[in-house]
């Protein structure tokens, strides 16, 4: 299916690359050699302000800014909007993200970063829940929506941990009332009632550094 996530990482990150040959090109511009290396199918650089929970969330002015170099994957799948179970699809996708990042190996990226940069390795996964084909649902309440997200973060945990992983952040994003999906011919229906988001992440180690 078509993805608008990575357009809208490009315009939030100074750089935003998602060509294997670019991505190589990059490596080597560093002063890293890509050859026998594995590497995800995004590279992203930016930077943000740090935030402190429980404070002021915006920094002053002049507030110095934390440079990142993100290596990222993202896969998409569709999820029973009500069930008990993570289908086959989804496992599918989320494992191959979680491969891919692990892939990423430490000693590959710690020549690329310099000290005052972060690097991470993660995984995203976008999970649009769907009611059956030819069905008519009433809309599904925030509690029952968020139920079934948070039982599918549960059983994505396990296979992220198992590779070194956590899943750092997820989110649940609902339909709007109004937003509805027809065909010709056909009732309009609440086809696609919400949208799951997980991310699993893990820190890289940067040059000179022996921490991850």
Known sequence: MPSTLALSMAMSFDLALRDPQLI?????????????????????EGSVHEYVIGCDPFPSVGTPRRKLVLLADERQAFLAAR???????????????LDAVAGVGDDAVRGLLGEDEHGFALNVLV??????????????????SYRRHESVMAELSAPAEAKGLSVAWHALWRLPPAMT????SERPWMKYPAVSFATAVRPLHWRGDGRT
């Open 181 to 184: 999906w027809s065909e010709a």
């Open 83 to 97: 069930g008990s179970r993570v289908g086959a699809a989804v496992h599918r996708a989320w494992t191959k993200g």
């Open 127 to 144: 999970l649009v829940h769907a009611w059956p084909a030819r069905a008519v649902h009433r809309r599904l309440g925030l509690e029952e």
């Open 24 to 44: 190589r090109a990059r490596v080597l511009r560093r002063g890293g050699y890509s050859a026998g290396h594995c590497w995800t199918a995004l590279w992203l």
